[in-house]
C-alpha cells in the first residue's frame, strides 16, 4: 500500500508528524512501519502533550523503590515486602463496548503488576457517568460493572474499594479508572529492561487476533458520531486465560530464566518490543510467521497493531528455552520464540522471509513528539454571597434527606455487592469505607489503598482541586489507621489542543504536585487521558488519585462505624462554613459559581499525623473524614453502619446552622472516643495545635440534631441505601 500523509492523518498523525518521520528515516515509511509510529507516536503511549509537566512532580521517597517509567510504581512495606501498584484508564472502550471495555481494562492494569513479579491481591476502580437522566447512563453503569465484577471475580482477587459518580460532563464520555496493587519479595521483582545480546525473544499467552487494531490511537482521539464505528477497536477480554497468564509467569519467574519481561498492552507487541529495546539501548529482531495467530492471512501490520489481551512478551537467558516452554506448556499456554535481541539498535521486522519494518528504536521513543501546549491560566472565581433568611427557611431534616439520597453521595452497595471482596481471606475492610484493607497473608501488616477524585473542585479551580484530591486521599488512608506512602494518578481531561483544557491540565498536575510533595505523598505511577469528549464538548477535569498506606499491625485499623453508647464524639479540623461549589450548593440552592474550599496543606498534614498519634495510643474507636456533604453526611453515615444514633451538643458556632452542617471545609475528621480518655486526647491535640470540639455523644438511637429535629436510623438508612437500587431496577 502506497503511504502519502493522507493516510498518516488517517492514523492519527498529524501533517508535520509525518514529514518529521520521513526525515528521520531518510525515506517515505511503508504501511508497517507508519502503523508503528502511529501506535508509538499517539498520546496514549507517548505523552507528547504531557511529559513536560509530568517531570515536575514528585516521585521519590524513602519507601519508593520504583518511582514512574516502569509498569508500576513500587514501594517499600518492610520485612522484605513490597506493594507494586498502578491506576490506567480504559474510558475510550468502556463508552463503546462497556462490558468489553471495562474487563479488558480491568485485565490490563493487572498484567501491569504481574509483569513486575507481583500477586495481585487488590483491584479498585474509580467510575464515572452522565447524568441518571441521560438514557444512556443506565446500560453503561450495569455493563462497566458487570465487566470490572465479571474479569476481577474470575481472576480471583477481590475488589476492596471504589467511587462512582455521576456529572452530565460524562453524558458523551465515560471514564472507566481501574487499579491493582500487587504483593513481591523486594528481591524478585522484574523489570521491562532488555539486556545481552543475541537473547531469545519469546511470545507467550493468547494467539494474537484482530481485535483492538488501533486500539491506543482510538484513545487518543475524540469522539464524532461515527462512535460505533470503533467497535473492533475494544479489545476482548478471557480472564480465566489471564489466571493461567499469571500462574505461569509467577512459576517461571521463581527460578533465574527471565532478563525482561513486558505485557502486551497499548499497542500490542509494537509498544513492548520498541519499550524493552529502548530501556536496554539495544536492537531487536522479530520473525513475524513465528508470532501465534488465531485469524488467518493476518498481515504483519494486523500482528504489530492487535491488541489482543492476555499476551506477554519476555527475554529470556539463553538455554533456558525449554525450561520456560514446559511450563507454559503445563498451563496450556501459547509459548513462541519469536526473534532476538541485537546490537543494531533498530527494531527490525521479517516476514515471509522479506525484511517488512526496520526502524531506529531512538526514533520512535527518544525523538517522539513532546509538545510545549499553549495554556490558559484559571483565576480564583469570585467568593459567592449566599443571603442568611434564604439558609434559615430551610429545615435541617429535608436537606440532609436531599444529600444523603444524592446519585454522588448514595451508598453504591448495588455495585460493590457484585464485586467478590472477599476472595482470598485477607480483606479486613470492605468497600463502603474510607480505604479497602487488605492484610498480608500470614502477618500482622495491612495495606489500605484508595480511590478518589473531585471533578467539581478542579473544574472551579484546578490548581485547588488538584491539591484537595491528594488530601482527600491522605485522609482516607489516615482514617482507617494507615500511615500514607505513596499515589499513582489516573488524569483525565479534554483535549490537549484546546488552551482551557491544556490549562486544566497544567494547574491540577501543578496542585498534585504541591500536595504530594508537602505531605511527603510522592507519585510513583499514573497514566494520562486526554480527548475525553465528543466532538466539542470534554467532560470535567478529573484527575483520580489512588492513594496506599501501611498499617503495622492489622488490630489498629479503624473502621467508620459508632461502637458504643456513651461514647464522645469530636470534630478535628476547623468548620469555617464554605459552601460555594459544595454539593449543598448545587443541590439545595442550584449553585454552581464560586471558589472550591482552600486546601491548607500544613493544616491536613498536621491534623492526620495527629490523629495517627490518637490510633497509635488506641484513643479512637472509629473515624471517618469530613469531605462531600460536609459533616452531618459524614455522622450520618457512622450513624448508618454502627446502627447507633447521636445527641449533637448545643448548636455555639459564630456562623449559620446549616453553613456548619453541610460546608465543605477541608482537613477534617469526626472521630469517636471513650469519655475516660478525653482528657488525654485533648492534651495530644492541644499540644500539635490542632483545632477541635466536642460534637455530641453516642446514643442507642436516633440523630438528634438539635431540639426541633430528630431523624432515626431507619430514615437514614432508607434515604442513603435506596436511591441506586431503585434506579437500577426502574
Aim: charged share 25%; with cysteine.
Amino acid at each position: 500500500m502506497l503511504v502519502n500523509e493522507k493516510v498518516a492523518i488517517e492514523h492519527g498523525l498529524k501533517s508535520d508528524e509525518y514529514k518529521k518521520i520521513c526525515e528521520l528515516l531518510d525515506r517515505t515509511p511503508n504501511i508497517t512501519e507508519l502503523g508503528i509510529f502511529s501506535a508509538m507516536w499517539n498520546e496514549h503511549c507517548s505523552y507528547k502533550s504531557s511529559r513536560l509537566h509530568l517531570k515536575k512532580l514528585p516521585t521519590k521517597g524513602k519507601k519508593v523503590i520504583q518511582g514512574p517509567g516502569e509498569n508500576a510504581g513500587v514501594i517499600d512495606i518492610e520485612d522484605g515486602d513490597a506493594i507494586v501498584f498502578k491506576i490506567e484508564s480504559h474510558n475510550h472502550p468502556s463508552f463503546i463496548e462497556p462490558y468489553q471495555g471495562a474487563a479488558t481494562g480491568v485485565g490490563g492494569i493487572m498484567r501491569d503488576v504481574f509483569t513486575m513479579g507481583a500477586r495481585p491481591i487488590a483491584n479498585l476502580n474509580s467510575i464515572h457517568f452522565g447524568s441518571p437522566q441521560h438514557k444512556k447512563t443506565k446500560n453503561l453503569l450495569r455493563g462497566v460493572v458487570h465487566g470490572i465484577g465479571g474479569y476481577g471475580n474470575c481472576m480471583g482477587v477481590p475488589t476492596i474499594a471504589g467511587q462512582t459518580s455521576f456529572d452530565s460532563s460524562y453524558n458523551g464520555n465515560i471514564l472507566v479508572n481501574a487499579m491493582t496493587l500487587g504483593l513481591v519479595k523486594k528481591n524478585k521483582i522484574f523489570y521491562s529492561k532488555a539486556a545481552g545480546l543475541n537473547k531469545p525473544v519469546i511470545y507467550v499467552g493468547s494467539k494474537t487476533g484482530r481485535d483492538g487494531i488501533h486500539g491506543a490511537s482510538m484513545a487518543s482521539a475524540s469522539f464524532d458520531e461515527k462512535i460505533e464505528e470503533k467497535k473492533p477497536t475494544v479489545q476482548v477480554g478471557d480472564p480465566f486465560t489471564e489466571k493461567l497468564l499469571l500462574e505461569a509467569c509467577l512459576e517461571l519467574m521463581a527460578g533465574d530464566s527471565i532478563i525482561a519481561i513486558q505485557d502486551m498492552g497499548a499497542a500490542g507487541l509494537t509498544s513492548s518490543s520498541i519499550e524493552m529495546a529502548s530501556k536496554g539501548n539495544l536492537g531487536i529482531e522479530i520473525n513475524l510467521n513465528k508470532v501465534p495467530c488465531r485469524e488467518a492471512k493476518m498481515t504483519p501490520y494486523e500482528i504489530m497493531l492487535s491488541e489482543s489481551q492476555e499476551r506477554m512478551l519476555i527475554v529470556l537467558e539463553n538455554g533456558k528455552e525449554n525450561l520456560a516452554k514446559k511450563i507454559f506448556d503445563k498451563w496450556n499456554l501459547d509459548f513462541a520464540v519469536i526473534g532476538k535481541t541485537t546490537n543494531s539498535k533498530n527494531i527490525e521486522l521479517f516476514f515471509d522471509n522479506e525484511q517488512v519494518a526496520k526502524i531506529p528504536v531512538n526514533t520512535l521513543v527518544e525523538n517522539s513528539p513532546m509538545y510545549d501546549r499553549k495554556w490558559k491560566k484559571s483565576k480564583l472565581p469570585k467568593k459567592i454571597k449566599i443571603k442568611k433568611e434564604n439558609l434559615k427557611k430551610l429545615k435541617i431534616k429535608d436537606v440532609l434527606k436531599k444529600i444523603l439520597s444524592n446519585q454522588n453521595i448514595c451508598s453504591k452497595e448495588w455495585i460493590w455487592q457484585q464485586y467478590d471482596h472477599t476472595v482470598m481471606g485477607d480483606t479486613i475492610q470492605k468497600p463502603g469505607g474510607d480505604s479497602g484493607v487488605v492484610r498480608v497473608h500470614g502477618t500482622d501488616k495491612a495495606v489500605a489503598a484508595t480511590v478518589d477524585s473531585s471533578a467539581v473542585y478542579c473544574w472551579a479551580h484546578p490548581l485547588t482541586g488538584g491539591k484537595q484530591v491528594v488530601a482527600e486521599s491522605w485522609r482516607n488512608l489516615i482514617s482507617v489507621g494507615a500511615t500514607p506512602i505513596a499515589i499513582t494518578n489516573c488524569l483525565n481531561f479534554g483535549s490537549p489542543e484546546k488552551e482551557e483544557n491544556m490549562g486544566e491540565f497544567v494547574e491540577c498536575v501543578q496542585g498534585i504536585g504541591e500536595a504530594s510533595k508537602y505531605l511527603n505523598f510522592p507519585v510513583v505511577s499514573g497514566n494520562v487521558s486526554f480527548y475525553n469528549q465528543t466532538k466539542e464538548i470534554g467532560i470535567k477535569p478529573t484527575p483520580s488519585i489512588g492513594g496506599v498506606g501501611l498499617i503495622k499491625n492489622y488490630k489498629k485499623m479503624i473502621t467508620m462505624d459508632f461502637k458504643n453508647i456513651n461514647n464522645l464524639v469530636m470534630i478535628i479540623g476547623k468548620t469555617e462554613g464554605h459552601l460555594a461549589q459544595s454539593l449543598f450548593a448545587r443541590t439545595i440552592l442550584d449553585e454552581k459559581n464560586g471558589p472550591p474550599p482552600e486546601v491548607n496543606l500544613f493544616n491536613e498534614k498536621n491534623n492526620g499525623e495527629s490523629l495517627l498519634q490518637l490510633i497509635d495510643k488506641n484513643y479512637i474507636k472509629s473515624a471517618h473524614d469530613v469531605s462531600l456533604g460536609g459533616l452531618l453526611t459524614a455522622i450520618s453515615k457512622m450513624c448508618i453502619k454502627g446502627n447507633k444514633g447521636i445527641k449533637i451538643n448545643k448548636y455555639k458556632s459564630l456562623i449559620n446552622e446549616i453553613e456548619y452542617f453541610f460546608a465543605e471545609d477541608q482537613g477534617r475528621y469526626i472521630i469517636e472516643i471513650n469519655p475516660k480518655d478525653l482528657q488525654e486526647v485533648n492534651k495530644i491535640l492541644d499540644k500539635n495545635s490542632v483545632h477541635h470540639e466536642e460534637l455530641g455523644v453516642i446514643v442507642e438511637k436516633d440523630m438528634i440534631i438539635n431540639e426541633k429535629t430528630k431523624v432515626t436510623i431507619d430514615e437514614l438508612k432508607s434515604y442513603n441505601t435506596s436511591w441506586l437500587t431503585n434506579y437500577m431496577s426502574s
